[in-house]
């Protein structure tokens, strides 16, 4: 008999992304129990201004992001451009950001990726009926879940299931450890907009009355159900769908030329829909295959008869496999991705909003006519990826090394997109630096091939290069602390241009900065939260020599935030109330850029004989810093309904408590003779209440 011989294995850290648990969300001030808010928390990620809640993360535009619900691709995160999350709060179990330098897993057209996984439903309510009722002024939402079980194949106890414990488990953790063959469980979900009462009340606080002709109006719709087939294989099916509409009248204060002015109508629907197998082949072997549906347009009709339409249905083969040494200090990843995409584009003289060009010019024109453009492609992509992640020389050293290639049919090209990390463990406790790289490629959207007067039919894809460096400690008491610098080059952008009058490679731009984040938790009572952010992001467009800063640039950002929860013995003496938060958050930040106005001059339309004033702008400039407080208190209530548990919540916010006079952006007057700044969100008290049973 040999003596017992003991191995230890240090669990290899896979990415540097961070991690946000749905719960921290749903109470973080400024959010209305939003968490796709409540991401702005994070240094270098923040919203684009009071009202458009769209993400722009490291110096990038939000389009650069990548958006996951359960393996699922989302059409866009945000009901009418920041209002609420296409997704339920509720459900919502955890936030993956992966903001630069992440690994061959995720595939091409992002610069970030924002991972979100709802969390599995809790073991101790298999057999009931469960039900959440939200009504806001803004909005009203109800989201249903139960599960399911067949004779023969009782639930473990409860006492032994880790999704009690673990309220950030996924799909895959909960399939393979949590649930007894032939048990599942389900979620419905459903919101509607009611913004009229919210309108009122913005247009007696901002000029609305002549610019909204219909007040905008949302919906959206969420399925899910997850079932362990046997003791190998899993099965979830789940569906997200979306609509956004809205009609505006434009008019001389929003658009200077004539031909622009008039009703605007903008429709935005999109669905998907999704089947996961989860297998446990091996004991360290695993996959996952998906087969998803999506389908997503925009349209928008302005003016007199300019309209822009794209559709495009994907239809996407997705597998991801696992495999995990004996040991835990190795990890084999590698996977692929088939998507076929019709696609239709329709312009009538116009195109798509992008940034940069203070008077953006939406028309395209030859000989004075509008260019008329009906397109229709089937797009291909081939996509696969290996990774390796071992630990190197010794357990102080691990790294993660990996390529994806990607092939794209309408360039007819094959990208190789090598990606990697080197994690070193410092010789004091608790603290690891991080090196990532990372290229990334981005390919032409149709509608940049086919519009222009000239087509352009060699585009290219664009290219990004990620250098992160990060610092990662963690403090005694709960404290931690992260310091990343990071620098990004940005290679062949597309842009339209104005003489050729198409869109063409030549864009270059990069982006550098750093950020500081320290944060301390006392768990289930107290947490704070600092974080510091420098960013410099800038482009330089086709015909210039010198770089200019990006529209969403953000050069300095700091957010300092803090949450306290009632202790279990202060709340045993009042016995209904179950729960009671408080938090706050303060956030400064740069101002906007604008172009100021140095002069103007005389100009006669060639088409309409029309004569009008033309401005001449300056160099750019911010507006005065932004900053906000804002506070919020929540507190839950329990009780019995007919013996059945409920749970009544009421969650109060103070947005910008102090009623600072943030710029939204700057406009000119009709005959540009002034500038007239356009103020942000006053003070604005919020109250959300919620019923579950």
């Given at each position: 008999?040999?003596?017992?011989?003991?191995?230890?294995?240090?669990?290899?850290?896979?990415?540097?992304h961070?991690?946000?648990?749905?719960?921290?969300?749903?109470?973080?001030?400024?959010?209305?129990?939003?968490?796709?808010?409540?991401?702005?928390?994070?240094?270098?990620?923040?919203t684009?201004?009071?009202?458009?809640?769209?993400?722009?993360?490291?110096?990038?535009?939000?389009?650069?992001?990548?958006y996951?619900?359960?393996?699922?691709?989302?059409?866009?995160?945000?009901?009418?451009?920041?209002?609420?999350?296409?997704?339920?709060?509720?459900?919502?179990?955890?936030?993956?950001?992966?903001?630069?330098?992440f690994?061959?897993?995720?595939?091409?057209?992002?610069?970030?990726?924002?991972?979100?996984?709802?969390?599995?439903?809790?073991?101790?309510?298999l057999?009931?009926?469960?039900?959440?009722?939200?009504?806001?002024?803004?909005?009203?939402?109800?989201l249903?879940s139960?599960?399911?079980?067949?004779?023969?194949?009782?639930?473990?106890d409860?006492?032994?299931?880790?999704?009690?414990?673990?309220?950030?488990?996924?799909?895959?953790?909960?399939?393979?450890?949590?649930?007894?063959?032939?048990?599942?469980?389900?979620?419905?979900?459903?919101?509607?907009?009611?913004?009229?009462?919210?309108?009122?009340?913005?247009?007696?606080?901002?000029?609305?009355?002549?610019?909204?002709?219909?007040?905008?109006?949302?919906?959206?719709?969420?399925?899910?159900?997850?079932y362990?087939?046997?003791?190998?294989?899993g099965?979830?099916?789940?569906?997200?769908?979306?609509?956004?509409?809205?009609?505006?009248?434009?008019?001389?204060?929003?658009?200077?030329?004539?031909?622009?002015?008039?009703?605007?109508?903008?429709?935005?629907?999109?669905?998907?829909?999704?089947?996961?197998?989860?297998?446990?082949?091996?004991?360290?072997f695993?996959?996952?295959?998906?087969l998803?549906?999506?389908?997503?347009?925009?349209?928008?009709?302005?003016?007199?008869?300019?309209?822009?339409?794209?559709?495009?249905?994907?239809?996407a083969?997705?597998?991801?496999?696992?495999?995990?040494?004996?040991?835990?200090?190795?990890?084999?990843?590698?996977?692929?991705?088939?998507?076929?995409?019709?696609?239709?584009v329709?312009?009538?003289?116009?195109?798509?909003?992008?940034?940069?060009?203070?008077?953006y010019?939406?028309?395209?024109?030859h000989?004075?006519?509008?260019?008329?453009?009906?397109?229709?492609?089937?797009?291909?992509?081939l996509?696969?990826?290996?990774?390796?992640?071992?630990?190197?020389?010794?357990?102080?050293?691990?790294?993660?090394?990996?390529?994806?290639?990607?092939?794209?049919?309408?360039?007819?090209s094959?990208?190789l997109?090598?990606?990697?990390?080197l994690?070193?463990?410092?010789?004091?406790?608790?603290a690891?630096?991080?090196?990532?790289?990372?290229?990334?490629?981005?390919?032409?959207?149709?509608d940049?091939?086919?519009?222009?007067?000239?087509?352009?039919?060699?585009?290219?894809?664009?290219?990004?290069?990620?250098?992160?460096?990060?610092?990662?400690?963690?403090?005694?008491?709960?404290?931690n602390?992260?310091?990343?610098?990071?620098?990004?080059?940005?290679?062949?952008?597309?842009?339209?241009?104005?003489?050729?009058?198409?869109?063409?490679?030549?864009?270059?731009?990069?982006?550098?900065?750093f950020?500081?984040?320290?944060?301390?938790e006392?768990p289930?009572?107290?947490?704070?939260?600092?974080?510091?952010?420098?960013?410099?992001s800038?482009?330089?467009?086709?015909?210039?020599?010198?770089?200019?800063?990006?529209?969403?640039?953000?050069?300095?950002?700091l957010?300092?935030?803090?949450?306290?929860?009632?202790?279990?013995?202060?709340?045993?003496?009042?016995?209904?109330?179950k729960?009671?938060?408080?938090?706050?958050?303060?956030?400064?930040?740069?101002?906007?850029?604008?172009?100021?106005?140095?002069?103007?001059?005389?100009?006669?339309?060639?088409r309409?004989?029309?004569?009008?004033w033309?401005?001449?702008?300056?160099?750019?400039?911010?507006?005065?810093?932004?900053?906000?407080?804002?506070?919020?208190?929540?507190?839950?209530?329990?009780?019995?309904?007919?013996?059945?548990?409920?749970?009544?919540?009421?969650?109060?916010?103070?947005?910008?408590?102090?009623?600072?006079?943030?710029?939204?952006?700057?406009?000119?007057?009709?005959?540009?003779t002034?500038?007239?700044?356009?103020?942000?969100?006053?003070?604005?008290?919020?109250?959300?209440?919620?019923?579950?049973?």
């Amino acid at each position: 008999m040999l003596k017992e011989v003991k191995t230890e294995a240090t669990r290899l850290e896979k990415t540097t992304h961070r991690t946000l648990s749905g719960d921290l969300l749903r109470k973080a001030t400024s959010s209305a129990g939003d968490p796709f808010r409540a991401m702005a928390r994070l240094p270098s990620v923040g919203t684009v201004n009071d009202f458009f809640g769209a993400l722009s993360v490291r110096g990038g535009a939000p389009g650069d992001n990548l958006y996951y619900f359960d393996r699922l691709p989302l059409g866009y995160p945000y009901h009418l451009l920041g209002i609420v999350s296409v997704v339920s709060p509720e459900v919502i179990g955890k936030i993956d950001v992966h903001p630069g330098g992440f690994g061959a897993q995720f595939g091409a057209d992002s610069q970030a990726v924002i991972d979100i996984h709802s969390r599995p439903k809790n073991v101790k309510s298999l057999g009931r009926f469960d039900g959440t009722l939200k009504p806001t002024f803004i909005y009203s939402e109800a989201l249903f879940s139960g599960s399911f079980s067949f004779r023969g194949a009782p639930a473990k106890d409860s006492t032994d299931s880790k999704t009690n414990e673990d309220p950030m488990s996924t799909d895959q953790e909960y399939l393979e450890n949590r649930l007894s063959t032939k048990q599942g469980y389900w979620y419905a979900f459903g919101r509607r907009s009611s913004l009229e009462p919210f309108f009122e009340l913005a247009s007696r606080l901002v000029d609305l009355e002549d610019l909204v002709r219909d007040v905008p109006r949302f919906w959206s719709y969420q399925l899910k159900g997850v079932y362990k087939l046997n003791d190998v294989h899993g099965v979830v099916l789940n569906a997200v769908t979306a609509y956004d509409a809205s009609k505006l009248q434009l008019g001389a204060n929003e658009v200077h030329d004539s031909d622009l002015r008039g009703p605007l109508t903008s429709e935005n629907p999109f669905d998907v829909q999704g089947i996961h197998f989860y297998s446990q082949l091996l004991p360290k072997f695993r996959s996952i295959l998906s087969l998803t549906r999506s389908f997503t347009e925009n349209e928008i009709a302005f003016g007199e008869g300019y309209y822009y339409r794209t559709a495009a249905s994907v239809y996407a083969l997705r597998n991801d496999f696992t495999w995990t040494t004996s040991s835990e200090n190795t990890d084999v990843e590698f996977g692929y991705l088939l998507s076929s995409t019709p696609t239709t584009v329709i312009s009538h003289g116009t195109r798509r909003l992008e940034e940069g060009d203070p008077d953006y010019e939406y028309r395209i024109r030859h000989n004075l006519e509008k260019v008329n453009v009906t397109e229709t492609q089937n797009l291909h992509r081939l996509e696969g990826y290996l990774q390796a992640r071992q630990n190197l020389f010794s357990r102080n050293v691990s790294g993660t090394f990996g390529m994806r290639a990607s092939y794209f049919n309408l360039t007819d090209s094959l990208s190789l997109q090598p990606r990697g990390q080197l994690r070193y463990s410092l010789p004091w406790e608790d603290a690891s630096l991080y090196f990532s790289y990372g290229r990334y490629a981005q390919n032409p959207r149709l509608d940049q091939f086919v519009l222009g007067v000239t087509p352009n039919s060699s585009l290219e894809q664009s290219l990004a290069t990620h250098y992160v460096l990060e610092l990662r400690q963690r403090l005694p008491f709960g404290a931690n602390v992260n310091i990343a610098s990071y620098y990004k080059t940005l290679q062949d952008l597309i842009a339209y241009n104005k003489s050729e009058r198409q869109y063409q490679n030549g864009q270059t731009g990069f982006v550098r900065g750093f950020e500081v984040s320290f944060g301390y938790e006392i768990p289930e009572v107290f947490d704070a939260w600092v974080a510091y952010a420098y960013t410099v992001s800038k482009r330089r467009d086709l015909s210039e020599r010198f770089h200019r800063f990006y529209t969403y640039n953000s050069p300095y950002v700091l957010t300092v935030a803090s949450g306290y929860s009632a202790p279990q013995e202060f709340l045993f003496s009042v016995p209904i109330v179950k729960a009671l938060d408080i938090n706050a958050k303060w956030q400064y930040q740069s101002g906007v850029l604008y172009a100021p106005l140095v002069d103007r001059f005389r100009y006669t339309n060639p088409r309409t004989k029309e004569k009008k004033w033309r401005p001449i702008y300056g160099e750019w400039k911010r507006t005065a810093p932004y900053h906000r407080l804002d506070l919020s208190l929540r507190f839950t209530l329990a009780g019995d309904l007919k013996d059945r548990g409920w749970e009544w919540g009421l969650a109060l916010e103070v947005w910008n408590v102090y009623n600072r006079d943030n710029i939204l952006e700057v406009r000119y007057s009709p005959n540009f003779t002034k500038e007239e700044p356009i103020s942000q969100l006053p003070i604005i008290p919020f109250i959300a209440t919620t019923l579950e049973f």
